[in-house]
Each structure stands twice: as structure tokens, then as C-alpha cells.
T-cell receptor, first 115, second 112 residues
Framework: DTGVSQNPRHKITKRGQNVTFRCDPI?????LYWYRQTLGQGPEFLTY????????KSRLLSDRFSAERPKGSFSTLEIQRTEQGDSAMYLC?????????????FGPGTRLTVL | AQSVTQPDIHITVSEGASLELRCNYS??????LFWYVQSPGQGLQLLLK??????LVQGIKGFEAEFKRSQSSFNLRKPSVHWSDAAEYFC??????????FGKGTSLLVTP
């Protein structure tokens, strides 16, 4: 499968615990995006990378959230001291700057439940 | 402020009937426009996109959308709905290289 993959697909954790999600983009894509989707809402932008550089962060990305893309390939999103309000689907997408448009390909998401 | 509005939260149509899902946007410049579909527990699948040129664009699964600059709209249509089209539909807009701005989605229910 050459699409965007995300692991784990589901994560249940207790409030206060730290969690980390991984995204593997399409191999030749240099841009990687993280979105959060809560129930009944559309995806909301969190942050994005071009290669290993984090170019933009949303106001939604509190200090408890950190994202990395150390070698410009896969990315991780860590949430520290999780809160119940962090329960959501976390979506990753990738695209390539050589394309003269902004078509993003999405992974299946990681569903986080904070108890 | 930039925004994307999908006025209909839920839509119910009979199988075989036509469908139109509305999307309006507010942006400083004409953005790129997308429609995505999401089935329960699944990721987002791109149905179609508009960047420039012909304002009527064809997508997968028999969907089409029409860009109307004067109305800042990008409505999605399908002439005959199938039961498998039941899903959540999201309109998204964005500028090249930037994150997408999504609407809140329209949930489509298809009745026999």
C-alpha cells in the first residue's frame, strides 16, 4: 500500500497520560499535515511540515502538543498530560510541492479516547 | 476572515434521486476548492477538485461540482444517488501549499 498510513488506529488512555501517534506519508511527498477532527465537525488544521521544518502551527496546538518530522519522512504527534477534550480523530495528510496545487492525501486517522 | 460554510448539516434523499450539497466560502483570493467524502471510521477520500479553467468539474463515483465565482460557491451534485453514497461530505478550500480549511460537513442519508 503506497498511501498515507497512521499508527495506531485507535488509542485509549487515561487523563494525564502522554500519547504519541505516528504518520508515514506517501514516500515522495515533502509536505505533511496534521488535522484534528471532533465528532460532528470537519477536520481542523493543527500543524504542517515541509521536509523536516515545521512551517506553521495552529492556535489549536497548545503547549501540550508537539510534532516532529526528524528526517523529513515520517512524523510523530505527541500529546502530554492528555485531557478529555483531546478525544478526537487525528488525521495526517501529505502532498508534494512540485504539483501546482494543494491536493492532500489523507491517512485513515488515529482515534484517541481519553478517559 | 476565511471561512467555509456547508449550510446543510443533514440531507436525506431517496435512492435514485438527484443530490446537491451546498458549499460557500469566504476568502481573500480565489482558493483551490475540494470535496472529500468520509465513510464511518474511515479517512477522507477526495471526490474532486477545482483549481482553474472549466467551472464544471467531474470527479469520481459520478459526482460533479460547479464553481460559481459570483456566488462564492462550489456545490456538489450527483444525478442519481446510490445507497453506498451515504456518508459525510466535506467541502474544503485552501491556497497552494497551505493547510485546508474544511466546512463542518453534510451527513447524507439515502433511503430505499
Amino acid at each position: 500500500d503506497t498511501g498515507v498510513s497512521q499508527n495506531p488506529r485507535h488509542k485509549i488512555t487515561k487523563r494525564g497520560q502522554n500519547v504519541t501517534f505516528r504518520c508515514d506519508p506517501i514516500s515522495e511527498h515533502n509536505r505533511l499535515y496534521w488535522y484534528r477532527q471532533t465528532l460532528g465537525q470537519g477536520p481542523e488544521f493543527l500543524t504542517y511540515f515541509q521536509n523536516e521544518a515545521q512551517l506553521e502551527k495552529s492556535r489549536l496546538l497548545s503547549d501540550r502538543f508537539s510534532a516532529e518530522r526528524p528526517k523529513g519522512s515520517f512524523s510523530t504527534l505527541e500529546i502530554q498530560r492528555t485531557e478529555q477534550g483531546d478525544s478526537a480523530m487525528y488525521l495526517c495528510a501529505s502532498s508534494h510541492t512540485s504539483a501546482n496545487y494543494n491536493e492532500q492525501f489523507f491517512g485513515p486517522g488515529t482515534r484517541l479516547t481519553v478517559l | 476572515a476565511q471561512s467555509v460554510t456547508q449550510p446543510d448539516i443533514h440531507i436525506t434523499v431517496s435512492e435514485g434521486a438527484s443530490l446537491e450539497l451546498r458549499c460557500n466560502y469566504s476568502y481573500g483570493a480565489t482558493p483551490y476548492l475540494f470535496w472529500y467524502v468520509q465513510s464511518p471510521g474511515q479517512g477522507l477520500q477526495l471526490l474532486l477538485k477545482y483549481f482553474s479553467g472549466d467551472t464544471l468539474v467531474q470527479g469520481i463515483k459520478g459526482f460533479e461540482a460547479e464553481f460559481k465565482r459570483s456566488q462564492s460557491s462550489f456545490n456538489l451534485r450527483k444525478p442519481s444517488v446510490h445507497w453506498s453514497d451515504a456518508a459525510e461530505y466535506f467541502c474544503a478550500v485552501g491556497l497552494p501549499g497551505y493547510a485546508l480549511n474544511f466546512g463542518k460537513g453534510t451527513s447524507l442519508l439515502v433511503t430505499p
